[in-house]
């Protein structure tokens, strides 16, 4: 397996400090995924052979869960964990307004409807509070996000509607926790992503789905291939064909080892942030609210938001907004039924002052006291 560069169309100068890279990671480690792909490359199987069980069994027993399924991506794990859950045509699934559109979409694809709570003002994850205004005769599930890597308050979430399953997106949240126990393990059921620059990522598409339930575990096996229980070519339901292939898991099994360095790392980009922007007039995201925080993002508000990207950008520093318009304010929303719980004044108000800095575990020292020193210089803070 040959080094490879990043694409020109990805590349950026030497000057430029990049919002997120998978590069410096990978160069570390190159030399254990290079031997990952040796040891798929010869073997017979590239779809649910070797490598697959042994990164799902290496999961699950990270995260704490009985099981593990990988599928081919963080939307399938939403969608297939909502069908084994039950959820289908004519039920309703309470999640959040200021996540993903893959959140809400896996509800609709299930023939489901959406129904959208605005979020607590320091963590900008589902606020509890708002959940018994949402429940109705056909609520089938609640879906919170641990949004940039923090966990949401799960306890309070169960006590605000009792027997209701809870799935969790923990797409932004491999590693991170609520006091001690690992987000992937607090709902019923749990849906990573492996997308390439999450916390975790593969070198290409890839998900999962957690659980320590038998019976949504040998469900979820169902579903993820083509709805086939038993002998070969016996479809007992309308499956999907959604598996991990050998290959990320081989890649994933590799960057598992290495999880919590990650966390660390992103841990002390994130102490160091709060440091140097003591003083000026953003505000930096909540530390380690409800256990510890994986820092997929690391997103302040900022006052003149737009300006300030601008400024930084001048000064060859790349920054994102994640995410920059609320789901139900998407077209796509205005063409499929979703219910909404009030008109999200805390959301929509962070929704126009949130920005992501860079944040990556390799970030170094100077590069981070030269985004502080950018945005210093903006606020003329100094």
Request: charged residues 25%; aromatic residues 8%; hydrophobic residues 40%.
């Amino acid at each position: 397996m040959k080094s490879t560069t990043a694409h020109p169309l990805d590349a950026v100068s030497v000057d430029e400090i990049p919002a997120e890279t998978v590069l410096r990671w990978h160069a570390a480690i190159a030399d254990e995924l290079r031997a990952a792909f040796e040891t798929v490359l010869p073997a017979p199987r590239f779809t649910l052979g070797p490598r697959l069980r042994e990164f799902e069994a290496e999961l699950a027993a990270y995260v704490g869960t009985t099981h593990c399924i990988g599928v081919s991506s963080g939307t399938a794990a939403l969608t297939l964990a909502l069908r084994a859950l039950g959820v289908g045509p004519g039920d309703e699934v309470i999640t959040v307004c200021n996540t993903y559109v893959a959140t809400a979409f896996a509800i609709t694809y299930t023939g489901a409807t959406p129904v959208f709570v605005d979020v607590d003002p320091e963590t900008l994850n589902m606020d509890p509070a708002q959940i018994p205004a949402a429940l109705s005769e056909k609520t089938k599930a609640i879906l919170p996000v641990h949004l940039y890597g923090q966990a949401v308050e799960i306890d309070r979430i169960r006590a605000a509607a009792p027997g209701i399953p809870i799935l969790e997106d923990a797409a932004h949240a491999h590693g991170a926790t609520f006091g001690e126990r690992k987000c992937g393990s607090l709902g019923d059921v749990a849906a990573f992503s492996f997308y390439p620059t999450k916390v975790m990522g593969a070198l290409g598409d890839g998900g999962a789905i957690t659980t320590s339930n038998d019976e949504l575990d040998r469900h979820l096996r169902q579903l993820r291939y083509m709805g086939q229980a038993g002998p070969k070519h016996e479809h007992q339901e309308l499956g999907y064909q959604e598996r991990l292939d050998e290959m990320q898991a081989a890649f994933l099994s590799v960057k598992l080892r290495h999880l919590d360095e990650q966390i660390d790392g992103r841990q002390r980009v994130a102490a160091r942030y709060r440091e140097l922007l003591a003083g000026t007039p953003v505000v930096t995201p909540a530390s380690d609210v409800t256990g510890r925080h994986a820092y997929y993002m690391f997103t302040i508000q900022a006052p003149k938001r737009d300006e300030l990207a601008e400024f930084l950008a001048g000064r060859g520093i790349r920054t994102q907004i994640i995410y920059p318009k609320l789901v139900p304010d998407q077209g796509a929303y205005q063409d499929h039924t979703a219910r909404r719980i009030g008109d999200f004044p805390v959301a929509r108000a962070a929704g126009e002052r949130i920005l992501c800095l860079p944040m990556f575990a390799e970030l170094t020292d100077a590069e981070i006291e030269r985004v502080a020193q950018g945005i210093r210089a903006f606020y003329k803070a100094d």
